[in-house]
């Protein structure tokens, strides 16, 4: 299956570049777009370069709505291991995004179920998701769908894996203070925004870089279900993460 559109990016620099500039195009056609963005090592040089951008006066992100992708389950905003924390302090906070136009996703709503389908509904509230900005996990994950979740999954608590647990650890000091449980946007919710720009960095995804775009979607890897939503996706790698793609 393919029909997304693949743009192969010499560098991790150039790529982070490019993944603000789909920000940039996606805010100028619609200023109060909701979109929805990711944590990890890989999207900070796109944080970087759209806070640069805010700066200098080249992006207006004050209508912006942004969804928070995932986060630990039980975790506040001002908690350590808050996914949702290091989203302000990535990039909301010196980006200036107001906080009435963030979507904190509901991680210590005393309901959680209850909350996610209320996320929803914040989501369609809106008009639905402009732009869906998401990174890959090792197993294949896609913010934290893991193997086993539906295609059409919606906004919900999930069991996290060990291997992305382990995957976290790198982050928290340890893997003992990673939460076994975490609320995630589900893969139907992010696959039905009208543009997904999925970013991926560096040699050790290139195995599952291939496994997501060149094999037939299954369960075992969430993030190849993004193929059928044709050149709605948009895969921005760096040459690193390309090397097990069949040369086009
Ligand atoms: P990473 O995480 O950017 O830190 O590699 C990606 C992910 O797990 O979605």
């Known amino acids: 299956m393919a029909g997304y559109v ?3 990016i010499e560098s991790y620099e150039e790529m982070s ?22 944590t990890g090592q890989t999207p900070l ?15 207006d992100l004050s209508q912006v709505r942004i969804f928070c992708l995932d986060d630990y389950l039980g975790q506040s905003r001002h908690d350590e291991a808050s996914l949702t924390r290091w989203l302000y302090e990535a990039f909301l906070i010196p980006a200036g995004i107001p906080e009435s136009h963030i979507h904190r996703i509901p991680a210590a709503a005393p309901d959680p179920h209850a909350a996610a389908l209320a996320y929803e509904r914040e989501i369609a509230a809106l008009g639905g998701l402009e732009l869906a900005v998401i990174g890959l996990g090792q197993n294949g994950h896609v913010a934290f769908n893991e193997p086993g979740s539906a295609p059409d999954s919606r906004t919900r608590v999930v069991e996290l894996t060990g291997e992305s647990r382990e995957q ?14 975490a609320i995630t946007m589900g893969l139907g919710t992010i696959q039905e925004a009208r543009q997904i720009v999925l970013i991926v960095s560096g040699e050790a995804k290139a195995g599952i870089v291939h496994q997501a ?19 709605r996706l948009h895969v921005i790698l760096d040459r690193e993460a390309t090397s097990e793609l069949t040369p086009r």
């Open 6 to 8: 693949l743009e192969v």
């Open 168 to 181: 976290s650890s790198a982050y928290w000091e340890g893997e003992a203070g990673i939460p076994p449980y």
């Open 45 to 59: 040089g796109m944080y970087e370069d759209l806070v640069r951008r805010v700066e200098a006066g080249t992006i």
């Open 17 to 38: 570049v490019r993944a603000a500039d789909a920000v940039q195009e996606t805010v100028e056609r619609r200023p109060d777009a909701a979109i929805t963005v990711p």
């Open 213 to 231: 775009l060149e094999e037939e979607p299954k369960l075992e890897v969430p993030a190849s279900w993004l193929q059928t939503v044709g050149e």
